[in-house]
């Protein structure tokens, strides 16, 4: 055991009214809403890659936490951090976390190291995790290393590709052992930084042709988690082509692959590409598509990816609406893709942030679990379109001509009716 | 005649050295290039909208501009105005325009007057066509009225469906009379203000069913243009449903026409939708819907669609560049969806506004056909990606196991080979 | 009376449980906090030109809303809409409204008649304040007319800056004599278009001196209420000089009217000039220029002004908290410059924006008061500089290298200390 | 002598027609445009950090770049960097670099070593200087360290605040030995990153009270060139409080530093700031405070500082037509703050970038000097406000009283004039 978070009771639930930095005020656990624990609506995650993997630099500047385990260059180091990992996860009791490849093991000096490393340390995590934090998802990090910078599986190497598929398939692999729910792919490099040296069409089809081998491998592994794809607009790249939750879709309809794989849709990913996180997970929901989500928060006003903690109710109960309409999760959760700032150095912050985002999240559900039992947007949204239910304007048989005729027979003159979206906004706040 | 345009002369070509203000400097439409008159590769066109019907306003203030068709309410004021813009055709020497019905008729007190006096301004405006100037496309406007204030074809109403439906059969029926090229779709309204109060999946069912039955219509009517879908992100309203080229093209996959429908791409719009406009064109073409552009140019900096006249020469050359590439166009052209700035007030600025456009598009041309010519991107692009040509990691026999195996045997390392991006924008800079 | 809002109550305050639309559940204008009541915490306006003035149009549709004044060209219909309003404001309560000369006369055929007219509105409405209803600030409107479309005192025409002097001269006139708190100077088109016709120099020494004379004006005729100036990046302008709060202050320090003028800021103009509202706020305390606040909330996501009520509790108490930290308003008050949505076109839509509005600030205040009660936030700040209490780098006597010499002396080397940030989000959740 | 440049000739003027990637088309040294030659008009200079320090690396990826120097955390190594540094000077004939103390010496562990290490760096590398290319400005790195993460002068310890003024005192020292030309502060972390930590007040004055201190040590030790200080919105900050020129400008105001201290302006802190560059330049001359300009290019849809090398001849025609209006450089000239894609990995990427960079400037500077010379856009200019030379509304005596007498007894009403912008643009397209 690692004393980084010595002193740092287990966070317990102590209700709305406690002043205790390190306690739950909203969210408990076993409370059942709309007929389920909020442990089980929520499944809450904390990711691997922020906690204990950034060091607190950004562009302009490098490390300012001080980690025991950093660099991390050493399986030592690794094993150390992974302990500190899994106090963590006890202290806040999170049932779920997910990694890349890379931030569990330092990467190899070949394949093959980088590989076994791997392995060694799913067999030195899986006793851990009996523990009680269990695998959201695996994914693979196919965008530090220089190999990638031109792209992963839509590199102008066919090597790179080659390389891609071994290690998608070694991190697929530990994922199916540790018993992870699902497999993520974020192509954070699949896009381009300029289009005078990119071939868009041969590129599409690369990526098209890789997720095809992944979902191919993943019924032959036997794997029954969801396949997921990590929309996101641009960040490394000037573009990414998983742009958005619409953008990833019309590319699995090319591929033939609207069936297999679905999004996991990240609040700050949502924002970059100008869309609302409601909006995203709307969409996912219409189109079929909808998976998990990364919870954060981004700064409306940076233009980068700032993955603060969620810290806005009224917006995170319009998330968990959208969740909620959309079944809630099956094989997918919440995952804080949500680092400290980093002046937050303190080992307390680390925990104090997770404490806050989690409240944050259990607010917003049980707001959102309010307005659907008392059908408080479903009833007027029902209302507004009712019209369409006795009209057959959009049936088989219906042609332009056809309805063109009804108006015309009618010389109707439809008249507006008052949308009434800030009564809308109000009943939403009477929620949050 | 009106003497609207009294004193300016047919605008020619006079050359790079000519400071006339109202000559051509590049635009010389007879000048052939790569095989093809300039007139036929750029196939300019005006809208009637900007040019003849805005008055001026912006959200904080009404009409600047003084007009003597102005307000453009009766059928007598309306043919006034379609003489001045015959007679600006004619002074521009331009091949073709475009026009929504609204733009060509003033409303009627019902649908069949709406609908007669289109039909009237149809026979008012043929004979004018005579004189050179043909019809690029038409569209309807189903978004400036009342009516429309909740969506066209995806509103809540069913009668604004049937009215829609009668309205752009009309539309296209006189597009076609016309010898229009093409028919447009834009779908300013379809989208929403807030999620609140909207069914998504209910509205894109609706707008997927409309755009079937359009499709079926033209196909009826012996209509051989081609269809075209205009993407925009928002403005009017919150989200709009075409927000972009893979956005659209994965709507119309959806619907089954993806081989029935292409897009019409605007610059300003592919800005906002945080794209730049070569993207937008790269990515129509990669998906097989590259149909026409909007030619316009939008202040990078302002958030809402100022469709200024393009001014900015390397950037039109990356444009013409990808147009270039998805083999020029077919029934599409270059319209100017392009307004003059609210201050600039004479009849002599509409003039110089698209003499300075169609140059800089020429300018652009001129780049691009040189740049194809001399092989000077495609050649780099092509030694990019050389290692393909060889590997067979996408052949159809080819999984996930296999490549990584290829991978795993050699223990590969590959090596990154710079992009070179400064030096192909270098390269570009020789030609502009 | 009109029976616009026939049927429609006067809204009362009910209580966080009641659901009835109409009814404050958080605004308790007797409410006493920090010691003082609501009514005089936030001192609510209504402003006219939304309300009653705007038609529901934007840049691609026109008027939506059916208003019994519209088009407002006549006295008569100016009066009708001035019934209206005050029975608005007799409904809801509020303490203030807002004007500019244009929202409440229809512009005359002559500078003279536009003031004959003014004056004679100013008769009208005057009686009718009686009913407890005042106004909060005045204004001209000095962008929407033509005359204005280069600018009103930077216009490049002498005689438009004459204009201004004797509209603004009358305006202010009016609003002292109705007992207006304050005049407010909103500068949409005082900026460019573009900087190729622009004199910057000349432009910003005439806006300089127009408002140094009218500095001096309110002296001479004994208004005793503040002189605001309203801040905005851009729209209508592309570039408006007015920018933020920090370009207000280096304008007003130019022409030595840093002591005279204050700033009335808009949470929107905050947006689109890339700051929070609470930042803007801050930053006018911190520069000594905090006047008044135009509440609103524009979509992060929309380039432009979309002036939006108020609706995230949240976004509220942080700008109430830096409200109250400069001392509260003074002359100022919180105006709701936010404007239905388009499709809203019921008379109860209008009422219920603002109830839900001023439930929102009312959430707000009351959550700042909290904090600043608790000292939850300044106890951690105070914390975090007490270090510099010691401290005296700062003094008249220190010099570079006196402080350098200390630094070199010690070889100091300062450790970080964590900034908390995620713990204090945190605490501000405990509070709305 | 390293062998990083081997094979890589000294770049010469070839002419527009030269399709030699390594050599000049456009920027001639020694011709001569409006009396000066092009080498003093533009004073380019190298930036040491994006060359030499800064390995490629984002927030996704680390290091891409392979140079013997890396990681360059010795002197030896330093002293490598600087070989090869100086050797890209001259292979660029380039007349001057600029540095951070940061770049050039590796951090010692002390603050004393610190000093040492750049003292001896200064020895090394001032022979090194006659060789032709002298330092434009020196500057201290106050951000990259955890000790700055919480700010340099604005830091809530004042060690930090000392500590800086030690560094800052070390690195003029160094700059003024070294004959730098100016001395520049850029304030990368003063500012915040959430207003819940900050106190706002005390921080400006902090920052008011360093630079004051800064200047009396300039004037102490005889540096007779400029201070200047480098304005940015946000980006490593939440929001920096040197947010633009006109800010800039405010805060020297409220220190009584407006005629000690000047502004560096980049273009991609223009742009991030909302602003053009022309318009940050064009505000710096009319405000007095025109210094020196950092020239590179920010994509305009990509948040963050790209710092790409500038390739739009048409913006830096706009750009520099802003220089010589404000009189050309006097200590100042263009540095370019601008950074190889990460993927740009060879050597000759380095030299090509500043060639394409150098050759886009001097079609700016030339296309400029080409407007100024024919009075293109100054004639119309004037043309414009000449109504204001027969007008007096701006004299000292003038009052608004006066002023609207004037109007009123006229009875006025002014008429619009065109702004003729898209005239004005193609006059510049004519230059470009």
Redesign the interface.
């Known amino acids: 055991m690692t004393d980084y978070f010595k002193g740092i009771a287990p966070v317990t639930y102590e209700g709305p009214e406690s002043?205790n930095?390190l306690a739950f005020?909203h969210y408990n656990p076993d409370e059942v809403i709309l007929g389920k624990t909020m442990r089980d609506h929520l499944r809450f995650a904390v990711a691997y890659w922020h906690n204990f993997v950034w060091e607190?630099g950004?562009?302009?500047?490098?490390?300012?936490f001080d980690r025991p385990w950093f660099p991390a260059d050493s399986m030592e180091l690794a094993k150390l951090k992974a302990d500190a990992a899994f106090e963590m996860f006890e202290i806040l009791g999170v049932p779920y976390y997910c990694f890349h490849d890379h931030d569990i093991r330092p990467e190899g000096a070949?394949?093959?190291e980088s590989a076994d490393r791997l392995n060694e340390m799913a067999d030195y995590v899986a006793p851990k995790m009996e523990g009680g934090t269990q695998l959201l998802w695996g994914t693979a990090n196919m965008?530090?290393?220089?190999?990638?910078?031109?792209g992963a599986s839509t590199?102008?190497?066919?090597?790179?590709?080659?390389?891609c598929?071994?290690t998608?398939?070694?991190c697929m692999d530990v994922t199916h052992r540790l018993g992870g729910e699902n497999y993520v792919l974020w192509g954070?490099?699949e896009g381009y930084?300029?289009?005078?040296?990119?071939?868009?069409?041969?590129e599409?089809?690369?990526m098209g042709?890789f997720l095809q081998?992944?979902v191919?491998?993943k019924h032959?592994i036997g794997f029954t988690g969801a396949i997921l794809i990590e929309p996101k607009?641009?960040?490394?790249t000037?573009?990414q082509y998983d742009?958005?939750v619409?953008?990833v879709?019309?590319?699995l309809?090319?591929f033939g692959l609207e069936n297999e794989v679905k999004v996991n849709v990240e609040q700050g990913h949502a924002?970059l590409?100008?869309?609302?996180f409601?909006?995203e997970l709307?969409?996912a929901?219409?189109?079929g598509v909808f998976g998990s989500i990364d919870m954060n928060r981004n700064?409306?006003?940076?233009?980068?990816?700032t993955d603060q903690?969620p810290?806005?109710?009224?917006?995170a109960a319009?998330a968990y609406y959208?969740v909620l309409r959309a079944g809630g999760f099956t094989t997918g959760g919440t995952n804080f893709d949500a680092k400290?700032?980093?002046?937050?150095?303190?080992a307390?912050?680390l925990i104090?942030?997770h404490?806050?985002g989690m409240?944050?999240c259990a607010r917003g559900l049980k707001a959102a679990a309010a307005m659907i039992a008392d059908d408080a947007?479903e009833a007027?949204?029902r209302a507004?379109?009712a019209?369409?239910d006795s009209?057959d304007?959009?049936s088989e048989t219906?042609?332009?001509?056809s309805?063109?005729a009804?108006?015309?027979a009618g010389?109707?003159?439809?008249?507006?009716?008052?949308?009434?979206?800030?009564?809308?906004?109000?009943?939403?706040?009477?929620y949050?």
Chains 1, 2, 3, 4 share one sequence.
């Open positions: 002043t930095p005020r607190g950004d562009p302009f500047g490098g490390r300012t070949s394949l093959q965008f530090s290393h220089r190999r990638y910078m031109s590199n102008p190497d066919p090597d790179v590709f080659a390389y598929a071994s998608v398939k070694t954070g490099r930084e300029t289009l005078l040296n990119t071939d868009l069409d041969r599409l089809a690369q042709r081998m992944v191919e491998y032959k607009p641009q960040e490394p000037k573009h742009y958005d619409a953008t879709y019309g590319f309809q090319r924002i590409a100008g869309h609302s409601e909006h709307a969409m929901r219409a189109l700064d409306y006003q940076s233009g980068w990816d903690f810290n806005n109710a009224p917006e319009l959208e400290l700032r980093r002046q937050s150095i303190d307390e912050d104090a942030a404490v806050g409240d944050i947007l007027p949204r507004r379109y019209g369409w009209a304007h959009l219906a042609t332009l001509e309805v063109a009804y108006a015309e010389q109707i003159d439809p008249q507006p009716v008052s949308g009434g979206q800030e009564r809308l906004e109000n009943i939403v706040n009477r949050v």
